[in-house]
Structures are given as C-alpha cells and as structure tokens.
C-alpha cells in the first residue's frame, strides 16, 4: 500500500542482455531502501522474456512496485534516427522520452543498470532542483582526459568541463522538461546534428547546459581517479564504460559488485559471463577506450577555438598555494631538510603485496598498462603541444643511447611533469624499441592518488615502494628481474620534491644500492631549467628545460655493495653539482644554518 508514503519514481532502461546486472542493482537499492517510501520502478524495453520479468519481479515489496513497461512502438518510429556504435544499444535513449512517457510525475530517477546503490535513493531524489532540467554529476572520464575535455567545450559547447555530467544517474526534473519541450527538441537535434562519442548523454549536455544542478560526485562514483577518502560518502558506485567487474579482475570497488551480486540468483550466470570474457574480448574493450579519445581529439581538432581572446591576455595572478610553497622550502632548506616534501601528498594508504602486480603477469594488469600508457602518450603530446612542457635542449643523448644493459636512471625532482620530460627523452634516443622504462612512485601516489594522475601512478609501468615489508620483498624482486633483462628504472635519489627548485639536493643510497646488486649502471640526469615568456595558470613562467644526461657511473668489481654505493652516490652528485654551477654560473651553496651542538 502506498498510504502517505513518498513515492519516487525510477526508471531503468535495459535489454534482454543486462537482467542480471539490473538484478544486482535492484538487490543494493532493496537493501538500503527505506520502510518510510515507496519505490515506483519502471524498466523500460523492448524484448525481454516473460522468465526474466518473472525473476526480477521477486524483488517487489510492500513498498516497491516493479512495472516493465514495453515501448516497442514508440522506437520503431524513431529508431532510424537513433545512432549507436560500440557496446551501445537503442536502450541508451529510452531516458530522454520520459518526460512526455509519463506526465503524471514532476519529478522522477533514471539509473543505468551497472550501478551499485549504497544508501537509500530517496536522499538523491529529495536534492532540490529548483527550475534546473537536470540533477547530476560530473563525469569523471571527462576530467581525468584532456581530449575529453576538449571535445566537450568546442563540439558539445558546454563552457567549462566540469559542468559537463554524466547520464547515468539523473534526477529529472520531468515538469520542466516538458515546458522546455525538451523530447521535441530532441528529435529536432537528432536529425540535424550526430554525437559520435557519447551519444544521447552529448545531447543531454548539449541540450540542459546553463539548467543542470551538479550534484557530489559520491552519487555517481566511477572506478577511476581512486577511491574517495571516507567509504561512508558513498552512494552509488558506477561501472562506466569498459570498468565492469564482471569482466576484469581488479576494478576499483569490485567488493561491492560482488557483494550484492551473491545476494541474487543470477550470481553463477555472472561469473559465467566473466569466466568465458575472453581475453580478446579483454584488448577489444580496451581499444575501444582508445578510439574513443582519439575520436574525440579528432572532433575537437576540427572545432576553432575563439572562445578564449588570443590578445591582451589579462595578467595572471601568481597563486598563493606555489608562493606558500615556495616558501616552505626555503625553510627546509635553511633547516636541512632536504628529504621533507614541502606540499601536502595523499595520506598513505600501506600498499598489501595482493595490491600490486610489479610484472603486469595478469591480463588485465597487461591491458590496464597498454591503455595507460597510450593515454599517456597523448597526455605528454598535449603538455608539449601547449607548451605546459618544453624541452629547449638535450645534452648528452650518446650517453644513454650506448648503454646496452639495464639501468638506474637517476634525477633531479622539482615538478610533477619532470617524469614526463625523461619519457620524452626516452622515446627520442630510441631505446624504447628495445627498453622499457619504469617509474619508482611513493607508495600514497599508487595507493590512493585521484584522477588522471593517480591512474597513470597505478598503471603506467611504475614501481610502486610500500611500507609493507612483504611488498618491498615483490618490489626488488621485480627490480632485479627487470634490470637483468635490460630495461630502465627511474628513480629520484633526493626522495623529495621541490616545486621548481633549481640546486641537486643530498642523495639517499637506495638507487645506488639496487644497481650496485645488479651489477648495473646508473646513469645521471641533471635538469636545469630557466624561465620562459609564457606564464602558467599559477602566475609564473613556464620553465624551458635543458636536459643533461651524463656519462653512466658503473659498479666497481673491486668494492663491496656498500662501498659502491658511496662511491656511485658520490660520483654522481659531483656531476649533477658541476651541470648546476656550469648552467647557473655559480656556485653550489645552500642556506642551512648549522645547529649548535
């Protein structure tokens, strides 16, 4: 009985292929729904079997009404209009037609069905909207890449990225859609205009921008970017896109999947499907990530872009976040402590050996790292592109060209793109024919770092360090195995980084430890850098980077492990001091007061 209870409306929009995926959903809903309302469900389709109804229809309560509502009829009128390309079916825009489909509500949910609900729904539908058509989040595969980014301004025309949502959880405002006449504008756009790369959630966009409330982001939390740093702000978890735990093993917040799968009758069928995803299907799924982005910076390359004035650009503030820095390490400086981080990192989160695959031996770490690093390699042409990075001069390239063994490459740490400047150096000497090239990371950027960044700190050949001792065995382990077969390994012997800051720091031992085991050499990268004429966001000038890479420094057969590595530590700081004075003309002084004994 619905009595006085609040009714929310929630529509789906499935095919035969997803019942099992809507019955998990429907199970986490069930489970954190509330006595106090009562559940109107709508699943909206066009050819599902009278046994799936069945089946799902054992999820009606007293509160909880569950109706499947055919609208065969009204898509065949438009079906010839409506593109799909990909994993996409027609369902993709059964949502946009509930506006006019059910005009006896003002107001109602729809979900994808690759969502988990961890609290009650009704909180989600009682945000007010005001008279904004949409409420929803912002997607997340749009913040975490550029050419998304790009593509959503210039061909979709919403202002800022950020405002650009994801259409997977939308709390409808149906009264205003309709006196917006929005399906009927809609049909028009379909027929003038085609979105190849999001499809009806670009028509959304295109359509609601200036009227959509954006709402937290833990209401539509995909498994990218990390984990959100308290589980309880969770609400719904959102398998977007290719992030679907029925077919890759490691997805972020796979448990909750799984949880509320075992809980339905369809949990064998599940790990069926995933048992026999095979792993060509596995590099078909990833690549269709890829062309995604590259179709998206396709479009976006075709758009001009005069939205932003080319002259008489405003001056821009310098930020008060890099002057605090800076001014922080002018204080550890003067208090000698070098290997103290100036800015504020990720809290770490211990790194479990389960956690971490060092030699990409699973499949999906195999795929995770090929998209990775393709995305990085776009990521990296659009810093040089626009001049976020730029490269004046490499010194030296001979000296890391003719080094036909593995290697520790060791550098100066002053921004977050110097690793990008070594990989493009990397890929001009030609050795990634041959090499691979790793990353040794702390622990929290692997852990637990947001957004792009942190995706590329878990996936992009990196090295993870842990405070866990058994991960730290796995870790050299895999320095060993990889420095044998004859790949790179960079590393930052300062430990620390220091936005900008132009001396080489105190070394630590362990770069020189790990190739004195290995009988490797190190080879030293000294970065000097000097303003160039283009200020940053932050209000200072980009730097222009000369790269000097010196003679590699090789293990002594005559000394111990322990007397290389003093002498290896020492060698090369002499080098990366003789490149600081030769660049800068002076001499290396720090500003360390001595403490009195």
Partial sequence: MKNNKQIIPIFFAIDENYIPFLAVTLQSLLDNSSKENYYSIKVLYTNIS?????????YKRINIDIEFVNIANYVDKIKDQLYTRDYYSNTTYFRLIIPELYPQYDKALYLDSDIVVLSDIADLYNIELGDNLIGATTDEAVTSVKAFQDYVEKVIGVVDFKNYFNAGVLLMNLAELRKFKFQEKFLYLLSTVKYTVAQDQDYLNRLCKG??????????????????SRNEELHIIHYNLVSKPWHFDGIEYEEYFWKYASKTEFLDKIEEIKANYSEEEKVKDMQIGDKLIERAQKEADCVGDDRRPKESKPSIEKSQDRIDVLKKIE???????FDVDPEDDPPTIPLKPNRVDYLKKKSTSK???????????????DLIKNNKLIIKEIKGMENLQNVKTGAMITCNHFNPFDCFAIEQVFRTSGQEKEKKLYKVIREGNYTNFPGLYG???????TLPLSSNKRTMVKFMEAVDKILKRGDFILIYPEQSMWWNYRKPKPLKSGAFKLASRSNVPVIPIFITMEDSDIIGEDGFPIQKYTINIDKPIYPDSKLSVRENVEN??????EVWKEEYENFYGIPLEYTTVAKEV
Avoid: H, Q, Y
């Fill in 455 to 461: 995706f590329f700190f878990r996936n992009c050949d």
């Fill in 367 to 381: 795929i995770k790292t090929i998209a990775a690093n393709k995305i990085g390699e776009m990521f990296l042409n």
């Fill in 211 to 228: 009227r959509v409330k954006i709402i937290d982001g833990s209401w539509d939390k995909m498994p990218i970017g990390g984990r959100l």
């Fill in 50 to 58: 009278e046994e799936n109804k069945k089946k799902i229809n054992k």
């Fill in 568 to 573: 290896m530590k020492s060698k090369n700081f």
């Fill in 331 to 337: 204080e550890l400086e003067k208090e000698g402590k």
